[in-house]
């Protein structure tokens, strides 16, 4: 048994999506979570970039004493998970490869979609590795560079973005895809009005449920579930606070007692 808080990191508040499905699946597990809102969007800089800024997190999170550490990004995931498994002390999640497995073990699905941030898509990781497991799968993609911007301004119900989301989704619409993989954490606050532009035909999936599962198993695995029955603690840190920032996180994290604070990153 080890109480010590699970690390979640994000550029901003996209990860709260995967922290809130990890809350679900395992309410004894305290929580620190980090957002880089001062500097996001992430997705739209260079690769060296994204893992100085992840390493930073990572660091901050370590030394806050955290027993696993979660890249609640696409970005950072598909961009320097490996470095940051060799530089963390802990075990680390990631949201690509849980979401992967996810994909390729549905036989059903044979023309997915995959959308994420211009780094993410850039990458070809989510092809590269989806390809490793399921070669007969057809696979297109696209990148999003606004939808981080729209939805960290909180327009995730506004006129703009439903015209985006016709630009960037019509040429998946065009491939005939069956299923679309929200290929970041931020996506999940659009899926609304995603769903309203494809129909229900289309699957979607995103990284949260399918992270959360790889989180309990790695775990388990390792003997570091908590089984003290206290009320797990919750803390959301951020590089900035802003109300829009406030706001956002209300919609995500509901209902949990949350100790929220800006915090600088250098300790
Ligand atoms: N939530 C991050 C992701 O999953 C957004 C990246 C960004 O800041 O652009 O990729």
């Known amino acids: 048994m080890n109480n010590k808080p699970i690390g979640i990191f994000?550029?901003?508040?996209?990860?709260?999506?995967?922290?809130?499905?990890?809350?679900?699946?395992?309410?004894h597990e305290s929580i620190t979570y980090l957002g880089d809102t001062m500097r996001v969007p992430y997705g739209t800089r260079s690769p060296e970039t994204v893992c100085r800024f992840a390493k930073e997190l990572t660091s901050y999170l370590l030394q806050n004493n955290v027993k696993l550490l979660v890249i609640a990004c696409n970005t950072i995931s598909a961009l320097c998970r490996d470095?940051?498994?060799?530089?963390s002390?802990?075990?680390?999640?990631?949201?690509?490869?849980?979401?992967?497995r996810y994909v390729a073990s549905n036989p059903t699905i044979k023309r997915v979609g995959v959308i994420g941030t211009s780094?993410?898509?850039?990458?070809?990781?989510?092809?590269?590795?989806?390809?490793?497991?399921?070669?007969?799968?057809?696979?297109?993609?696209?990148?999003?560079?606004?939808?981080?911007?729209?939805?960290?301004?909180?327009?995730?119900?506004?006129?703009?973005?439903?015209l985006l989301i016709k630009e960037y989704l019509q040429p998946l619409i065009h491939d005939h895809i069956d299923s679309l993989v929200l290929a970041c954490t931020h996506y999940p606050l659009l899926k609304p009005l995603i769903r309203t532009y494809l129909?229900?035909?289309?699957?979607?999936?995103?990284?949260?449920?399918?992270?959360?599962?790889?989180?309990?198993?790695?775990?388990?695995?390792?003997?570091?579930?908590?089984?003290?029955s206290r009320q797990p603690i919750y803390r959301?840190?951020?590089?900035?606070?802003?109300?829009?920032?406030?706001?956002?996180?209300?919609?995500?994290?509901?209902?949990?007692?949350?100790n929220v604070k800006k915090v600088s990153l250098t300790l």
């Open 10 to 27: 994000d550029s901003g508040v996209g990860g709260l999506t995967v922290a809130s499905a990890i809350s679900e699946k395992l309410p």
């Open 83 to 87: 470095e940051i498994t060799k530089y």
């Open 89 to 100: 002390r802990v075990p680390v999640v990631d949201v690509v490869t849980p979401t992967i």
């Open 119 to 162: 780094a993410t898509i850039q990458s070809g990781e989510y092809e590269r590795l989806l390809k490793k497991y399921r070669k007969d799968i057809n696979f297109f993609s696209k990148a999003c560079p606004l939808f981080v911007p729209l939805v960290e301004s909180g327009f995730t119900n506004h006129q703009a973005t439903k």
């Open 199 to 228: 129909g229900k035909e289309v699957r979607i999936i995103d990284s949260a449920h399918p992270t959360a599962e790889a989180v309990y198993e790695v775990l388990n695995r390792s003997d570091l579930l908590n089984t003290d």
């Open 236 to 258: 959301l840190f951020f590089t900035d606070l802003t109300k829009q920032i406030k706001t956002l996180t209300s919609k995500i994290w509901i209902n949990r007692k949350t």
